[in-house]
């Protein structure tokens, strides 16, 4: 996909350490001008409804997300409904980050284990929609869908 700027990045990491701080500003200063970044760490859907339509967008990462949406307490059932919704309600491209957590080895606590499957639940379902899926592992891209 070939697509003129502007581009909306939308970031859902957050800062919650000096580590955290200094990566995402890091990452910042590798978008050029073309990038108009939206925070978005629990409101997801929102920052879709609202800029879904204005061009491009990159959403980095859903794995991040869903990460803030347990550690809040939110329903993750509902939550990741109305994400689906946003998406699939979206009028212009959008391009999505995530990562496969399930080819490691089985976490040794509840709530990682937790995590994993529903990592790879929202994978599935994110996936099921989109036009394309590309796995990239070890640099190289494995297109799935």
């Known amino acids: 996909m070939d697509c003129a700027p502007p581009w909306v990045y939308i970031a859902t990491a957050q800062a919650h350490d000096d580590e955290m701080a200094v990566r995402i500003a890091e990452h910042r200063q590798r978008r050029d001008g073309g990038w108009r970044t939206v925070e978005a760490p ?15 967008v990159l959403i980095d990462c859903l794995t991040l ?11 993750l ?12 309600n979206a009028d212009g491209p959008i391009v999505i980050v995530s990562n496969e957590v399930g080819f490691g ?4 606590n509840a709530l990682a284990r937790k995590f994993r499957d529903a990592q790879g639940r929202l994978n599935m379902q994110v996936a099921a929609i989109a036009d394309r899926a590309v796995l990239i592992a070890a640099g190289l891209p494995l297109t799935l869908k």
């Open 77 to 88: 059932v509902a939550e990741t409904q109305r994400l689906i919704a946003a998406l699939r």
């Open 65 to 75: 997300w869903l990460s803030n949406v347990m550690l809040t307490g939110r329903d």
């Open 42 to 56: 629990l409101d997801l859907p929102g920052a879709i409804a609202a800029h879904g339509s204005e061009g491009p």
């Open 105 to 108: 080895i089985v976490p040794d």
